[in-house]
C-alpha cells in the first residue's frame, strides 16, 4: 500500500465518525469525481456543501434509464466514479462483473441503514450497492384540467388520454412495458413471447396518442405542457411541491417499486474518494438536507426518525400496507431481455 493511499485512507476513517471527510492537500489537487445520476436528485447545495467540507469536486451527469446507463458503461465508458443503477440492475452489473466491492470500513454510516435494505434479493448485504432512496412508479395528473374518476386511477387512462398532446409515456423500456402488461393483469416480470407481444403491439398503438416518451416529466407538468405524465414519484412529488394541483397515482392494477443505489463502477480510478462520497450521502444530517430538499423517500432509518409525522405519513412518498400489496419490483429478465430491447428499438424507431 503507498504512501499516498494510507494518508488518504487514515483521514477517512479518522473524520468520518463527525460527518466531515476531508481529503484536500496543499500539494495535491484531488481528482474530480464524476457521478452518473437521475435527475433531480441532489440539489446543487448539497454537492456544494459536499466540496467545501472534503475538497473533493464533483461533476454530475444524468441517465434517463437504466439502460442507457447499462449501455454507457458497456460500451468502455470508464470515467464514472459513481452511478445509480436501480434494483434490477444493479443485480445484472453484479453479475458481470461490473461494478466494485465495496469496502464497509470505509462506510461507517451504513449503521444507519434500515435493515430492509441490508437484504434485498439483487445484492444480500450490500456487497456492490448502498440503496440511497426508493420510490414508485405511477401516473402525475394536473387535477386543476383532469377529471380523477372517483373510481381509482387507472393505467387506461393514460393509454386511452383525452389529452393526447398533453400526455407523456416514460422513456423507459422496463417501465413502460411493465405499466402495459399490468394493464392487462399479467406481471410486469412477464417473459413469456405472447404476453410481451401482446404489450408490443399496445404500446404501438398508444405511441401514437402521446406527446412523447419522456424520463423528465416535472418540468413538462410545471409547464402545463403535460397534464397527464407516466412518472416516477420523486418527480411527480417535487412537482406537487410547486404546483398542489399535481398530484400523483398508483393505479389500481398496481405499479412499480424501485430503488436506487450507491454503486461504483470497476473501472473507477477513484475508489476511496467515491467511498467518501457514498459515506456522506449516509450520514443522518447531510441524507435529511437532501431528503428534504429533494423529497425523496430514504432507507435511512436514522433519518426516519427525523422526519415530521407529516413527513412520515405523507402517503405519495410512503405508500400505505395496502398499496404496498400491489407494487412489484423489477426483475432481471435473462435470456428475454434481448428480446425486449429488439422489440423497444422497432417502437422506438
Do not use: C
Amino acid at each position: 500500500m503507498g504512501l499516498k493511499r494510507i494518508v488518504i485512507l487514515a483521514v477517512v476513517l479518522g473524520l468520518a465518525t463527525s460527518g466531515l471527510i476531508y481529503l484536500r492537500s496543499r500539494n495535491t489537487t484531488p481528482p474530480r469525481l464524476r457521478v452518473s445520476t437521475w435527475s433531480n436528485y441532489f440539489p446543487e447545495s448539497v454537492i456544494q456543501d459536499f466540496t467545501a467540507k472534503t475538497g473533493i469536486r464533483v461533476e454530475l451527469s444524468y441517465v434517463s434509464s437504466n439502460e442507457e446507463l447499462f449501455a454507457k458503461l458497456k460500451a468502455g465508458a470508464t470515467g464514472f466514479d459513481i452511478v445509480q443503477p436501480s434494483d434490477y440492475m444493479v443485480r445484472q452489473m453484479k453479475s458481470l462483473s461490473m461494478l466494485s466491492k465495496l469496502d464497509p470500513s470505509l462506510l461507517p454510516n451504513l449503521s444507519h441503514l434500515d435493515d430492509y435494505y441490508r437484504s434485498l434479493s439483487y445484492d444480500p448485504g450490500n456487497e456492490v450497492s448502498v440503496p440511497f432512496t426508493w420510490g414508485t412508479s405511477g401516473i402525475a395528473i394536473n387535477t386543476a384540467q383532469v377529471e380523477v374518476p372517483k373510481d381509482g386511477v387507472s393505467w387506461n387512462m393514460l393509454f386511452n388520454s383525452k389529452y393526447p398532446r398533453q400526455t407523456s409515456l416514460l422513456d423507459d423500456m422496463r417501465e413502460v412495458f411493465a405499466s402495459v402488461l399490468l394493464a392487462n393483469s399479467l406481471s410486469p416480470n412477464a417473459r413469456e413471447i405472447n404476453s410481451l407481444e401482446l404489450a408490443k403491439k399496445q404500446i404501438f398503438q398508444i405511441k401514437d396518442r402521446v406527446l412523447m416518451f419522456s424520463s423528465e416529466p416535472k418540468p413538462l407538468l410545471l409547464r402545463e405542457e403535460v397534464i397527464i405524465a407516466h412518472s416516477y414519484s420523486s418527480d411527480a412529488i417535487q412537482a406537487h411541491a410547486q404546483n398542489s394541483k399535481i398530484q400523483f397515482f398508483i393505479p389500481k392494477e398496481g405499479g412499480v417499486i424501485w430503488t436506487d443505489n450507491f454503486a461504483i463502477p470497476a473501472s473507477s480510478k477513484h475508489k476511496l474518494q467515491a467511498h467518501a462520497f457514498i459515506n456522506y450521502f449516509l450520514s443522518p444530517e447531510n441524507a435529511l438536507i437532501t431528503v428534504r430538499q429533494s423529497h425523496l423517500a430514504t432507507p435511512n432509518k436514522t433519518v426516519r426518525e427525523l422526519l415530521t409525522i407529516e413527513e412520515k405519513g405523507d402517503p405519495n412518498i410512503y405508500p400505505p400496507p395496502e398499496i404496498f400489496k400491489k407494487l412489484f419490483f423489477l426483475e432481471d429478465l435473462g435470456t428475454v431481455l434481448p428480446t425486449m430491447n429488439r422489440m423497444w428499438t422497432e417502437l422506438k424507431s
